[in-house]
């Protein structure tokens, strides 16, 4: 039975992907951020069914010596702990880089000690930046645009230098706009859905104008697992794309039109990013991960937010809809 490690198991996308390894029969071993409370994040969610078959270790992706310790039984790992809310890291830009850049060294070190069989490295469609052309494949530039991008394209880069110079064998998945049940609501679809739950007349939102290519959750927990069982992935960095893009005013309309159609949109100041941070356009392609896998996405943008809109229904009480998250 291969042995995994899925590091930010407690998040959004890692708690999907940790409840699908397990029910495809893999020995998951959760790495969860330590704290007192002794929460496990999203995992604390899950069936008990599936809650009994993880090993849950608590720990601090930062420490070189933890990360080492979870990594050491280990066939394969799923690195996805990162600090991701890009207004947070206009804020606290340091904790982004001893994060994002650190934790990843660490994993990388380690399964180099180690001889970790694979290793997947988390990238994020927002090192690419405003699209310069469209589809964006994966030999578009880099564009630091926020403090968090930087992180993220530093963490890639690193990552890259470790396969090219100890011949580690990972691939850098890339993975565009999630999202789906368990997000959190500093992502902008919880954030119109969770307002117009709670019945808001006004749905407070940023820029209106720019694209995304959003995700459905299953289906990029669904791109992580295709890229880990085949061994022409290695090597390589792979988008995880449904190569369609939305404006964020045509996402939030139909929303609206969904849950609450006398509600208007509002757009304030502070939810904007500063003009030149702001990533414009994203479109991204889907030809490598579909020719190296044979990938592509089962859910369309709307079945995705019909199930989205569901969970939150029953879950909107644990989100904050009276501020504005960063």
């Not at 394969?76 to 982004?96: K, R, T």
């Not at 290519?213 to 061994?231: C, M, P, S, W």
């Not at 490598?288 to 369309?300: A, E, F, S």
């Amino acid at each position: 039975m291969t042995r995994v490690l899925i590091t930010g198991a407690d998040g959004f996308i890692g708690s999907h992907l940790t409840e699908e390894l397990v029910r495809e029969g893999k020995n998951v071993k959760a790495f969860v951020y330590y704290n007192s409370f002794n929460t496990w994040g999203w995992l604390d969610s899950l069936p008990a069914e599936i809650l009994r078959e993880i090993e849950v270790f608590a720990g601090d992706i930062r420490d070189p010596n933890g990360v080492q310790k979870a990594m050491n039984d280990v066939d394969e790992v799923y690195h996805l702990a990162a600090l991701i809310a890009i207004p947070f890291s206009y804020h606290s830009p340091d904790s982004y880089v001893d994060t994002n850049i650190k934790g990843t060294l660490n994993v990388l070190q380690a399964s180099r000690h180690l001889n970790t069989n694979r290793v997947l490295i988390t990238s994020t469609s927002e090192v690419y930046g405003t699209a310069k052309y469209v589809p964006i494949d994966e030999m578009h530039p880099y564009q630091g645009q926020s403090p968090y991008s930087a992180t993220k394209i530093g963490a890639d880069r690193i990552a890259e230098s470790f396969y090219k110079s100890f011949d580690i064998p990972l691939s850098i998945v890339r993975p565009f706009n999630t999202y789906g049940p368990r997000q959190s609501a500093r992502a902008v679809i919880p954030t119109i859905i969770t307002q117009l739950l709670a019945g808001k007349k006004e749905i407070k939102l940023g820029s209106l104008t720019p694209t995304r290519d959003f995700n459905y959750v299953k289906d990029t927990v669904r791109g992580f697992i295709e890229i880990a069982k085949e061994n022409n992935t290695i090597g390589e960095e792979i988008n995880i794309a449904t190569q369609q893009e939305i404006s964020i005013g045509d996402l939030a309309n139909e929303l609206i039109r969904q849950i609450n159609p006398s509600a208007k949109i509002i757009c304030e100041e502070e939810r904007m990013r500063p003009e030149k941070s702001e990533v414009n356009r994203l479109l991204g392609s889907n030809e490598k991960i579909r020719k190296l896998t044979g990938w592509k996405p089962k859910y369309t943008l709307e079945m995705g937010l019909q199930e989205t809109i569901e969970w939150f229904k029953n879950n909107s009480e644990q989100y904050k809809t009276g501020i504005y998250n960063i």
